[in-house]
């Protein structure tokens, strides 16, 4: 979703949102989601753990290949009941030309927790 910039916020505000990287350790078709989705399992360290996310990127992405994948997420959101799915953090993404979901990940492999700074 495009659109012009948000308005300005403080600093104190942006460091409220923690944005961490993790490892996608399983993915599957989450067909049963009112919009086609994938179930994502991402790991995010020893602190934070494992936690489930529902995304939809099935335009860009098969599940067998994003296993392996580290992608950024938001994981303080509160839970968000996706159908009979409950996802646990917000996997973040960029639209293409079209529209369609291609997700933020580093380009160099991280430590998985890594808070975004």
């Known amino acids: 979703m495009s659109g012009p910039a948000a308005g300005e916020i403080a600093f104190g505000d942006f460091t409220k949102v923690d944005i961490r990287v993790g490892t996608i350790v399983e993915a599957e078709p989450y067909p049963e989601a009112r919009k086609s989705a994938i179930k994502l399992r991402i790991d ?6 494992v936690k489930r996310s529902s995304a939809q990127i099935t335009r860009h992405y098969e599940p067998a290949a994003l296993v392996g994948k580290q992608v950024v997420a938001v ?17 973040l993404g960029v639209p293409d030309a079209d529209g369609e ?6 380009t160099t492999g991280v ?4 808070r975004m700074f």
């Open 111 to 114: 430590p998985n927790g890594g």
């Open 44 to 49: 995010f360290g020893a602190e934070i753990g």
């Open 101 to 106: 979901v291609v997700l933020l990940a580093p």
């Open 75 to 91: 994981v303080n959101f509160p839970p968000r009941q996706i159908g009979r799915f409950m996802s646990e953090v917000l996997t």
